[in-house]
């Protein structure tokens, strides 16, 4: 910070040392200024600066003061080679002041174009599709609509779309609310910023069938898996192990409703489980 406010400071240092080659050379001149009145008058002229009083004078940029003599005017030999140093310093610390102040004109013009974030309307939930309340109770996935395959979904996205990603034969899926967020404007091209990520899971260990659903959909089927009285399918929390402590959150073992009475993750599953991180 030291460097940087003497680097800011220079131009002070400069216009002081040219006051004072300005001062010292009206005195090596006029050096019988105390007796006679005539330099007095010469040696008062240099040395006197005129006090800027309209807004003219103070803004304008105009006034030049009192200029610095010639440098081949000075007499003294270490004053004029003082001079000469400042002279080159000074047209070295104006054509930085230019290049300063075409880096704040570039940054004015930079703020000027910046961009208004674009507010995007988000949607609503619909509801719980009946298919998957469902395949709740009979833990078959039956019909085509309110699910699709995991791949299936993820060849929507831009990056899907990049890389041709269609569905496979994998027994993962994911509701059809799982791939609704926001509006689109054109729906051509998809946003893979608000996509959701995997938080709840309806798994069937028989079939190895996993279906994801979105935390309204979860809600609303945790109090029939709570009060069923036959078997139904297990619904389970799902957290990306983003951090150490999560890790205990990535297994799909730490709870499951209702309660498993043995964990057998399929092969299948633990592969797609992460298909939407990253």
Not at 32 to 60: H, P
Not at 182 to 204: A, H
Request: with cysteine.
């Amino acid at each position: 910070m030291t460097c940087r406010a003497n680097e800011q400071l220079r131009a002070l240092y400069l216009a002081q040392g040219v006051d004072f080659c300005r001062r010292m050379n009206a005195a090596w001149e006029n050096h019988k200024f105390l007796a006679g009145s005539g330099q007095r008058d010469k040696f008062l002229k240099v040395i006197r600066q005129k006090e800027s009083q309209t807004l003219k004078e103070l803004y304008g940029g105009s006034s030049q003061g009192n200029a610095m003599p010639p440098v081949q005017q000075v007499q003294n030999l270490q004053l004029r080679e003082f001079m000469d140093n400042l002279t080159k310093q000074t047209k070295g610390a104006t054509f930085e002041e230019v290049e300063q102040e075409r880096d704040v004109e570039f940054q004015v013009e930079e703020v000027r174009e910046i961009q208004k974030p674009v507010h995007y309307k988000p949607l609503t939930f619909a509801g719980t599709h009946q298919n998957i309340v469902n395949f709740c109770f009979s833990r078959v996935l039956i019909g085509d609509e309110g699910y699709e395959q995991v791949f299936a979904a993820l060849g929507q996205t831009a990056l899907g779309k990049q890389f041709n990603v269609q569905a496979t034969s994998s027994r993962t899926f994911v509701s059809a609310e799982f791939t609704k967020t926001i509006k689109l404007v054109d729906e051509t091209k998809p946003l893979d910023d608000f996509f959701r990520s995997t938080d709840w899971i309806l798994w069937v260990p028989i079939t190895e069938t996993a279906l994801v659903v979105i935390p309204e959909e979860a809600e609303n089927l945790s109090t029939m898996l709570r009060n069923a009285s036959g078997p139904m399918v297990h619904l389970i929390p799902y957290a990306a192990p983003v951090t150490r402590n999560m890790v205990q959150f990535g297994g799909l073992n730490y709870h499951a409703l209702p309660r498993l009475s043995r964990w057998l993750c399929g092969a299948g599953l633990a592969t797609n489980r992460d298909w939407n991180i990253g």
